[in-house]
């Protein structure tokens, strides 16, 4: 399984963007991936590569859609190939859960 921390937003368009990130998140929720949206970024766990970018491109496409001047994006990716991990796991592991 492939976890990512994702967070992507525009920085052409003020100093509050909650209505892109919004809109973001709906991309993100009907992905049908499991995810857990925080105040700064989403993490989201994804089968396989493919279906990350997947997912990370129609938020980006929304955002473009908006009309959008300029998009950050943040992309962290951490992929076990010697255990299944998850979001679950990982916080388990540091006594989040």
């Known amino acids: 399984m492939i ?3 994702f967070a992507i937003f525009p920085t052409s368009e ?4 909650s209505k ?4 973001v998140i709906k991309v993100i929720e009907s992905s049908g991936l499991k995810h857990e949206t ?7 766990e994804a089968p396989d590569l493919d279906t990350l970018f997947k997912v990370i491109k129609k938020c980006h496409e929304v955002l473009v859609n908006m009309k959008a001047k300029r998009i950050h994006i943040d992309l962290r ?3 076990r190939l010697d255990t299944d ?6 916080l388990k592991a540091i006594g989040k859960r």
């Open 3 to 5: 976890i990512a921390e």
């Open 14 to 17: 003020g100093v509050s963007v």
């Open 20 to 23: 892109y990130v919004k809109e």
């Open 38 to 44: 925080g105040g700064m970024s989403t993490t989201i």
């Open 77 to 79: 990716i951490d992929h």
């Open 85 to 90: 991990a998850s979001i679950e796991s990982k």
